[in-house]
């Protein structure tokens, strides 16, 4: 089933080496010593390749959310209040338990819908929450005469850069999570050849 | 939609409670008694003599010979702001604690012109009432400047301290930025004024905005650290830094002060790093004032986020585990 056009794979490809990037770079200016180390990206290196990838990242997620306006990829994201909360848990049922007694899947792959009810949430947690303050708190910091100086008694570079580093964990999490349920498919790396070829090999069971 | 709103407000909670301790300590920082006395120097009258001509650019004198008052432009390099001197460290002393008796007389005499100037040691050294200022380490540490060797040109302490007007700013001040902006313009004077920079050196007209081009956020950089951040040798004894260090050895790494250990927290921060914060902020001082990526994790998030990530960790382990074994 030919699920992943050209353009989805190509912004997904290079939205995983900018993020990978990103997150090495951003952990380097965090936790940086006065001596550099050979695991961590010296400062000056980090903050240059943070900024390089960020704006790339930035473009990239306009390019993501423009596409999903003009094609038919933003119809997967759009979670339907109904019955949702009673779909997310049987979806988190079957990975927790259902899946290790021979269960079917309980939300197939489809045409129509690609992403299951924990995809879905994630996936929108991610994408239009957790994207857009990161990309705008992160511009805050790339042009700091632009953050308001106090807010509430309090530095606000300070609180942009605390919503930054909170926003970058939690996708740092999501992104070990996401590759690890890529592994869920009929085979461990079928889903990951899918997002390579377009193509999504279907269940087993 | 309801959830997200909910993940947002209580991420907003937890970030403002997170600097909440930093909230009250700015309050109380700022919340420094101002000296509201006007000082009233009992040398006023006496100094006013010189005042009358030396306090601003046109002074007015009887030229016996013409037998007439004569108007004329003060040097600008002899004047002093009156407002300043009085509001300046010296503001107790009378013009002649420092000058010869005989610039009472007018005109002045041609063989004042030589008359040897004081400088810091002559009155600091070796006095008990400003040991706390180590006036004897901050000589040492000049000796070993590269300031040191424009002395036969004429360099003395009161090229950047001026005599009439220098006042100390980083020790009292309750606005650090203020003091930045003073103690960077008592380098800019010479080295961002070629005429004055001329009288000492031969060497070109530097452009201090180009030649520091490298720095990242340049405008956010001189706003918040001094150019003797970089440019001198950190000394543990000494609040302010003297041995100002040749251009090689200017400091261009970064973490030398976005690190925990911040090379700024013994330099400009020095001072006040003493009322240590309790918020949880590594160099925690800094923030009353700036933000320094690197040097300010606060180490109740690197612990949070350490436990959910291995809390996540953990269950992709048990979840692979079951996947194996119920095969």
């Given at each position: 089933m030919y699920l992943y056009p050209v353009w989805v794979r190509l912004w997904h490809v290079l939205n995983a080496v900018l993020i990978l990037i990103l997150i090495i770079t951003g952990i380097s200016m965090q936790y940086t010593g006065k001596e550099e180390s050979a695991i961590i990206v010296g400062f000056a290196r980090a903050v240059k390749w943070h900024n390089i990838a960020a704006i790339m990242l930035t473009f990239n997620y306009g390019f993501f959310v423009i596409g999903n306006i003009f094609t038919g990829n933003g119809k997967y994201y759009r979670i339907e209040k109904k019955n949702f909360l009673s779909a997310l848990m049987k979806q988190v049922r079957y990975y927790a338990w259902g899946m290790f007694k021979g269960e079917k899947h309980p939300f197939p792959v489809t045409l129509e819908s690609k992403f299951n009810p924990l995809q879905k949430i994630s996936y929108v947690l991610a994408m239009y929450v957790a994207f857009p303050l990161l990309i705008i708190s992160g511009l805050g910091l790339l042009f700091p005469e632009t953050v308001v100086n106090r807010f509430l008694g309090v530095s606000g570079l300070i609180l942009t850069d605390i919503l930054h580093i909170t926003m970058g964990f939690c996708l740092s999490v999501f992104l070990v999570v996401h590759i690890y349920t890529c592994t869920l498919g009929s085979k461990t790396f079928s889903l990951f050849r899918g997002i390579i070829t377009g193509y999504h090999e279907p269940e087993e069971h | 939609m309801r959830f997200t709103r909910s993940v947002i407000i209580l991420f907003l909670l937890i970030s403002t409670s997170s600097v909440h301790a930093g909230f009250f300590y700015r309050d109380r920082h700022e919340a420094v008694i101002q000296d509201t006395a006007v000082f009233k120097s009992p040398?006023?009258?006496?100094?006013?003599?010189?005042?009358?001509?030396?306090?601003?650019?046109?002074?007015?004198?009887?030229?016996?010979?013409?037998?007439?008052?004569?108007?004329?432009?003060?040097?600008?390099?002899?004047?002093?702001?009156?407002?300043?001197?009085?509001?300046?460290?010296?503001?107790?002393?009378?013009?002649?604690?420092?000058?010869?008796?005989?610039?009472?007389?007018?005109?002045?005499?041609?063989?004042?012109?030589?008359?040897?100037?004081?400088?810091?040691?002559?009155?600091?050294?070796?006095?008990?009432?400003?040991?706390?200022?180590?006036?004897?380490?901050?000589?040492?540490?000049?000796?070993?400047?590269?300031?040191?060797?424009?002395?036969?040109?004429?360099?003395?302490?009161?090229?950047?301290?001026?005599?009439?007007?220098?006042?100390?700013?980083?020790?009292?001040?309750?606005?650090?930025?203020?003091?930045?902006?003073?103690?960077?313009?008592?380098?800019?004077n010479c080295h961002a004024n070629f005429d004055r920079f001329q009288l000492l050196t031969d060497r070109k007209e530097i452009n201090i905005l180009a030649r520091h081009e490298w720095l990242p956020n340049q405008s956010a950089h001189f706003k918040s650290v001094r150019c003797i951040e970089c440019h001198t040798e950190a000394n543990h004894e000494l609040l302010v830094s003297h041995q100002i260090n040749p251009k090689e050895k200017a400091v261009r790494k970064c973490n030398e002060?976005?690190?925990?250990?911040?090379?700024?927290?013994?330099?400009?921060?020095?001072?006040?790093?003493?009322?240590?914060?309790?918020?949880?902020?590594?160099?925690?001082?800094?923030?009353?004032?700036?933000?320094?990526?690197?040097?300010?994790?606060?180490?109740?998030?690197?612990?949070?986020?350490?436990?959910?990530?291995?809390?996540?960790?953990?269950?992709?382990?048990?979840?692979?585990?079951?996947?194996?074994?119920?095969?």
């Open positions: - | 040398f006023f009258d006496d100094n006013e003599r010189c005042f009358k001509c030396h306090g601003q650019n046109r002074y007015e004198y009887t030229n016996e010979n013409l037998g007439r008052q004569v108007k004329a432009m003060m040097f600008s390099e002899r004047i002093v702001d009156r407002d300043k001197f009085y509001d300046s460290n010296h503001r107790s002393f009378s013009c002649t604690d420092c000058h010869s008796e005989e610039y009472t007389t007018f005109p002045h005499s041609g063989q004042l012109r030589m008359e040897q100037q004081y400088n810091c040691l002559d009155c600091h050294g070796g006095d008990d009432k400003f040991a706390k200022y180590n006036f004897e380490a901050i000589d040492s540490e000049y000796q070993a400047s590269v300031h040191y060797k424009l002395e036969e040109e004429g360099f003395t302490c009161w090229k950047c301290h001026n005599p009439h007007t220098y006042k100390l700013e980083v020790r009292t001040s309750s606005n650090l930025k203020e003091a930045i902006l003073y103690d960077n313009n008592i380098c800019l002060c976005h690190s925990q250990n911040s090379l700024l927290m013994s330099s400009l921060y020095k001072f006040e790093s003493r009322e240590q914060r309790k918020d949880g902020f590594f160099n925690g001082i800094i923030l009353n004032e700036s933000y320094v990526i690197g040097a300010n994790r606060n180490q109740y998030l690197n612990v949070f986020s350490l436990i959910l990530f291995g809390l996540v960790i953990l269950i992709i382990g048990g979840h692979i585990f079951f996947r194996i074994f119920k095969k």
